[in-house]
């Protein structure tokens, strides 16, 4: 018999600097203060160090819940949605800070992103994920400004098919000839007095023999089959209060069978779900999908329109 379970996260994040917790961004030593941001030189090391401390007594918190393999996970967006990565700082259990060098090269599989966070010139903001014990889930974020003459990116939505969805092709290798997947990309909303719960489908496939097959031998990533981030255009106008930010997981399935085998098996559709909250900004959204294969952690992003109908009788 298999048993299936299927992990739907409808991630709740509340953002930091509250009643119960403050949070204290330095960057290559200097604290930032308030909404200001730190000026760096663009692909030079960037030391980020973080703590959080309970503004009623002042004590710092060491004591943080693993969340999906990590302590922290941190994400680097730039303001354009042109640059995305995916970090996890280090912890030091002894002084409860949080610590990463970013534009260097790391050992760390899962620190794959460090060696180009900050390159291109431009706006950045570095946000953060945690889970304190006895307080809950977390978020802040620091801004930073990576000096010189910065190109933005006009965000423009990927073509639809006839029901809405998206398909792209990508390459496993910037050297490879022609694409190794292909991905269809949809999603629906259901509406609610409190926000929306939008529901994520990606089916993935890969090439084989020159056809497209569904892609079945996920690995496990930070113990999850895909991760996911979902930004809204202008996202750093609305930094004050519940950011238009969501950190999705896909749910995987476990394979129970009575041969004692307890393989892991994935389908090929990720799925996310967020309920928004009414945080997410209606218009442009970019979202990225991680997952890896064949031990690469592949990087997908997709760019959408979000214009959930306003639910009645509210």
Known sequence: MKLFIALFLIATYVLA???????????????????????????TPT??????????TNEVYKDFKIMHGKYMHMVIASKDLGVFKHVHPYFDPITGRFSITLNMPYADPDNFDTHAALREPGMYMVMTDVIVHGVGMRMDHAMVHVMGQSNTVTLNPDPTNSDESITKFFKRNDTDTDPSYMANFSYRTITGCSGNIVQFEIEMFHKVNEQYEPLMDFQPWLSEAAHSVWLSEGYM???????????????FILDDDDDDTNDTVFDHILRFNFHDQKQMLKGVQKMWIQ???????????????????????C
């Open 17 to 43: 600097n509250g009643i119960d917790f403050q949070s204290h961004f330095f960057i290559n030593g200097k604290k930032v203060q308030g909404m200001q941001h730190m000026m760096i030189k663009p692909n």
């Open 47 to 56: 030391l980020v160090e973080v703590y959080f401390t309970d503004p009623r």
């Open 237 to 251: 106008n609305h930094m004050m209060g519940a950011m238009p930010f969501a950190h999705m997981h896909s749910p």
């Open 291 to 313: 997952f890896k294969h064949r031990g690469k952690i592949m990087k997908i992003p997709f760019v959408f329109t979000y214009d959930p109908a306003e639910p009645a009788g």
